[in-house]
């Protein structure tokens, strides 16, 4: 079956008190677990900003260089995912409309590209 990520960038949520993010993580986990129920959930984490970045790293000449910071300038980050395996679109479109409602910010969704043979 494809695999989807259903995602949010941190940028697309508005202050919310502790009070609210706890509600909002409760009815998000109750839509996880009914992933887990139903066979289709693979993997999720949140709670995910700028802050939680550690190091970037890309290649010279053959070599991976580390930098500590500063990183790229964005305007937005990922907030927090959830991965997928569900059999269609249109499945997908059901799950990431649940949790737009449980967390009440807007869900992003990706489908990953079928492995491809490299020979």
């Known amino acids: 079956m494809p695999e989807f990520m259903i995602a949010f960038n941190d940028e697309w949520v508005s202050e919310h008190t502790m009070d609210q993010l706890r509600t909002k993580r409760d009815a998000s986990l109750a839509v996880l677990d009914e992933m887990k129920a139903a066979g289709i959930f693979l ?10 970045a550690i190091f ?3 290649a010279d000449n053959g070599e991976p260089v580390f930098t500590d910071g500063p990183y790229v ?3 937005e980050h990922l907030g927090g995912f959830c991965v997928i395996d569900v059999p269609d679109e249109a499945a997908a479109r059901y799950w990431a409309g649940r949790l737009a409602v449980a967390l009440d910010w807007p869900q992003e969704v990706h489908r990953f590209p ?4 490299w020979e």
């Not at 993997?43 to 939680?52: K, L, M, P, V």
């Not at 079928?114 to 043979?117: H, Q």
């Open 73 to 75: 300038e964005t305007k």
């Open 56 to 58: 970037s790293v890309e």
């Open 114 to 117: 079928e492995m491809f043979s």
């Open 43 to 52: 993997y999720s984490n949140g709670g995910i900003d700028a802050s939680t």
